[in-house]
């Protein structure tokens, strides 16, 4: 996930978009996010300015006694099952492939309740950032803040003066942190992509209609995965050049179907076969434990989505239920294909399930199919830090030249997510690092941060203060630890990544 995002994505990734570029210049009253959804026919959601027709108190009366800000035209606004089928799109993606390694990295017993916790505290800083955004839509007579907003008015309502000077800081922070996130995210899609189309190409010739044989196939070397990398980067270049959101609400659809469907199969074969337990340890090392922090964060990093969801409901008093209930399907199934695939494949579980499916096409084309979804998902995932560094730029160059900037600057983003991953081929460390790195600040460290800020001064119970400053402390160890720990493994390995073909953990 920050902002007014209405494309939701089928991955965990697209959580927010940030309105707003990095640029120095006085802010327009419409942002960029604004612009672009006024050139896509979309109805305005996201402008924080009063109609200048509407006097402050007329603007008030739009506001329910309760703190609740204004709804908008109906013919717009999203049932609840759709808000609910929304959710859980942009909460499934590449993060829920990589908990079983997870799991394996806090034990079978660990992890699973490791999971559960997480993922409560990850729902609670929600509806922590929805009551901070719904108090500063009463208190200013807006119709709308995003992330980065809420943010910035919480620093303006600090008691502390210095936290007041600076309060717009505080946006710039949460830009930061999305860019950095949705870079990582893209990064990580490029690792994803090498790794499964090396692995499908490599056991090509020993491809067999047979998805139930024990026969371990000798791989056919091809290049290296960073190689791969590089093939990709044209067609990545290529994709980003479209710039219309609504154009790429197509291959968000093409992602949707063969990621969906890719699930059901890695689900369907999970669940059979699995081996004696009893060998898996209950709890594993300490050292490994942060690892497993930064993929779990990794993937309930949704926070970003929570305030254009309940922003466009029909009946926005129902978002809390949806949001729980929505939330508890998702940790439903990270906790169960966490807890199946380290079962299934024990200790040979690679940094993404689909690495461990047996050399047949059935589960090849499973590969095939989720990788395909990945590719399109990039463009979408790049959209969000696209919206927030290309104005810098564009503000900074000749009218006539806008367009060349624009794609230049696509252009170097893209490499420059191609070299990082070059740079980190390792799909469990980039994962583990850009959660540990962004996804926990985002997600855990500033939600509780922000409601300290935004009601100290009128009240708050000693209970609730400790309460977050607990789940900010836990989200910064985790921040601290788990980027030491990665950038460590990184430097010098434990042990080699697993590069093993599936079949042979029937055995």
Known sequence: MAASALELTPGSELKARATGGLSAAP???????????????????????????????????????????????????????????H?????????????????????????????????LVAVHCMRILVKCAHHFCYRLNKPFVDYGDTVMYSLEASPISWLRNHAHWGRRMVDFFLIVTQLGFCCIYFVFLADNFKQVIEM???????????????????????????????????????????????????????MAVSLVMIYQFTVQN???????PLVASWKTYPLFFGTAIFAFEGIGMVLPLENKMKDPKKFSLILYVGMAIVTALYVSLGILGYLHFGANIQGSITLNLPNCWLYQSVKLLYSVGIFFTYALQFYVPAEIIIPFFVARGPEHCELVIDLSVRTVLVCLTCILAILIPRLDLVISLVGSV??????????????????????????????????????????????????????????????????????
């Open 438 to 507: 962004s996804s926990s600040a985002l997600a855990l460290i500033i939600p509780p941060l922000l409601e300290i800020t935004t009601y100290y001064s009128e009240g708050m119970s000693p209970i609730t203060i400790v309460k977050d400053a607990l789940i900010s402390i836990l989200g910064f160890v985790g921040f601290v630890v788990g980027t030491c720990l990665t950038l460590y493994e990184l430097i010098q390995p434990s042990s080699a990544p697993i590069f093993i073909n599936s079949t042979s953990a029937f055995v």
């Open 204 to 258: 090509a010739n020993g491809t067999t209609n047979n998805c139930h044989n024990n026969e371990t196939v000798i791989l056919t070397p091809t290049m290296d995965s960073r190689l791969y990398m590089l093939t990709f980067l044209p067609f990545m270049v290529l994709l980003v050049f479209i710039r219309n959101l609504r154009a790429l609400s197509i291959f968000s659809l093409l992602a949707n179907i063969t």
């Open 27 to 85: 802010v327009p009253p419409v942002t960029m996010s604004t612009q672009r959804l006024r050139d896509e026919d979309y109805r305005d959601y996201s402008s924080t300015d009063a109609s200048p027709e509407e006097s402050p108190s007329e603007g008030l009366n739009n506001f329910s006694s309760s703190g609740s800000y204004m709804r908008f035209g109906e013919s717009n606004s999203t049932t609840w099952f759709q808000t609910l089928i």
């Open 274 to 280: 699995i081996p004696d337990p009893s060998h898996l």
């Open 87 to 119: 959710l859980l799109k942009s909460n499934i993606g590449t993060g829920l492939l990589g908990l079983p390694l997870a799991v394996k990295n806090a034990g079978i017993l660990m992890g699973p309740l490791s999971l559960l916790v997480i993922g």
